[in-house]
């Protein structure tokens, strides 16, 4: 949910979560993104997003510290140029590492498909 539902006013509380439960090559995609300006960009055009999982999450296990989520979701992306937004339903997969003293973080995530609907 927290990928896929946050506005402008919000972003800076978002990313805040984001970084507390993930690891690894994810937290440091979306650490190196907002260092490059996401956040100011997301505010400058007002963007917001509402999505929510319509089906899943699946989760399998690679081994006792691993796992993989895959999910069906579905998000309205909006900002200033497109208010009444375009919605997108896609596919997404994300790897799950237990960090055992902080629990399961996330470590990739990837859209395996996705088009707008």
């Known amino acids: 949910n927290l990928l ?5 006013s919000n972003i800076d509380q978002v990313a805040e979560r984001m970084l507390e439960i ?5 937290r ?3 650490e190196e993104t907002f260092a490059a300006g996401l956040g ?5 055009v007002e963007a917001s997003t509402r999505g929510q ?6 989760v399998s296990f690679r081994t006792a510290s691993e796992a993989v989520a895959i999910a069906r979701v579905t ?3 909006q900002n200033k140029e497109i208010p009444t937004g375009r919605t997108f ?3 997404m997969e994300i790897t799950l590492i237990d960090t055992v003293d902080g629990g399961w973080k996330a470590d990739r ?3 395996l498909s996705g088009k707008e609907t």
């Open 4 to 8: 896929s539902n946050y506005d402008a």
């Open 22 to 26: 993930s690891t690894g090559n994810f």
């Open 28 to 30: 440091t995609d979306y």
């Open 40 to 44: 100011g960009a997301l505010e400058e």
């Open 53 to 58: 999982i319509i089906s899943g999450p699946d």
């Open 75 to 77: 998000e309205t992306v």
């Open 89 to 91: 339903e896609y596919l």
């Open 109 to 111: 995530v990837e859209i």
